[in-house]
């Protein structure tokens, strides 16, 4: 189950709710896809976005277990031939919040 810590100690006048959807998100994905392509929005940063590409859906979960932090934007498109399976979602925290007002986006 994908949960990241926080990457700061206070709120910072966030309101954060309960939401665990990313796995769910994550297992609609196939597995046989061509490649995935990833777009890693950043919570406290002030720098566009990480663009990857992944041949594989082990090492896309490895990258989102290492590098997604809790409140980080994630959108992924698993491209088959001619057909596209897309995703997007915010990584929870360690209790499966995630932000929802009052953050960078």
Do not use: T
């Amino acid at each position: 189950m994908f949960q990241a810590k926080r990457r700061f100690d206070g709120d910072l006048g966030c309101e954060w709710a309960k939401d665990n959807s990313l796995q769910e998100k994550f297992d609609y994905l196939s597995e046989d896809c061509d490649f995935y392509a990833v777009r890693h929005w950043f919570l406290k940063c002030a720098s566009s976005p990480a663009f990857e590409i992944f041949f594989e859906k082990e090492s896309l979960k490895e990258y989102i277990d290492k590098k997604v932090l809790a409140g980080d934007g994630i959108e992924i498109w698993g491209i088959i031939e001619d057909q596209l399976n897309y995703i997007n979602a915010k990584m929870p925290d360690e209790n499966g919040l995630i932000p929802i007002k009052g953050c960078a986006y």
